[in-house]
């Protein structure tokens, strides 16, 4: 029998989840509105006849049935009781969205997302784009003020890019946008942290800007990758420290 004893970091298995009774309770509750083919407006079930049907305290009933308001699922209907709804998922999205509570990596992951939203989005700025939106942006351009080494202010890359969203004429996608762009600012408190200037592309607001007025839809997702570059090798710098930092703890 050997003599060598692994040690509890070394055992390769998966904790067991701790689940309390209330947790337990709202995933029964989803099963059984999908289950029933619950339809927006339908009432639902009393808290008593959940405890009942469930044989847990109302208490247990009352907290999980929060929970499903706070998700969109249920709503409060004066005179009737709780009825079926269709989650908001942007409302639900952005009331966890808070920088300060997130971990350094969920911040980089969101940032990617927010920066790949905008790549992609290309075909739909160019097929969708008025003359107007030209016009609006035109404005927006006309009122930068570029410094000494081609980078503008926090407040007018907002608008720019802010103004490329509506342009995809997607509420989802705008909603998204305005969720993420918290998140986009941890650039700039990278930045301040370090003392640091966000590199500039080559590929600046006015590439892009004529780019979607009258270049194409390839061009144009090629300058808004390249204009978000900067951005992204950050995010790359970012990772690799929390690699190193990891293999030195």
């Not at 692994?6 to 989803?30: G, Q």
């Amino acid at each position: 029998m050997s003599g060598n004893i692994k040690r509890a970091k070394d055992v390769e298995i998966s904790p067991i989840p701790y689940v309390t009774l209330t947790d337990r309770v709202e995933i029964r509750l989803i099963e059984y509105l999908q289950e029933k083919n619950f339809e927006p407006g339908d009432l639902i079930p009393t808290e008593f006849e959940f405890a009942d049907a469930l044989n847990v305290s109302r208490n247990v009933i009352r907290e999980a049935l929060s929970r499903l308001k706070m998700l969109g699922y249920i709503k409060a209907r004066k005179n009737r009781g709780m009825v079926t709804s269709y989650p908001d998922v942007m409302k639900v999205f952005g009331k966890v969205l808070d920088p300060i509570l997130m971990s350094k990596e969920t911040q980089l992951g969101l940032m990617e997302l927010r920066i790949s939203l905008e790549i992609g989005i290309s075909d739909l700025l160019f097929n969708r784009k008025t003359p107007k939106d030209i016009q609006e942006l035109e404005e927006i351009l006309k009122q930068e003020i570029v410094g000494p080494t081609g980078d503008v202010s926090k407040q007018n890359n907002i608008d720019f890019h802010s103004k490329l969203f509506q342009i995809a004429r997607n509420d989802y996608i705008q909603k998204f946008h305005v969720l993420l762009e918290q998140i986009f600012t941890c650039v700039y408190k990278l930045l301040e942290e370090k003392g640091e200037i966000l590199r500039v592309s080559s590929a600046t607001h006015k590439v892009i800007f004529e780019e979607l007025k009258s270049g194409t839809a390839d061009s144009l997702r090629k300058a808004i990758q390249s204009h978000l570059q900067p951005h992204m090798d950050i995010i790359n710098r970012e990772r690799k420290a929390l690699t190193n930092k990891e293999h030195v703890d």
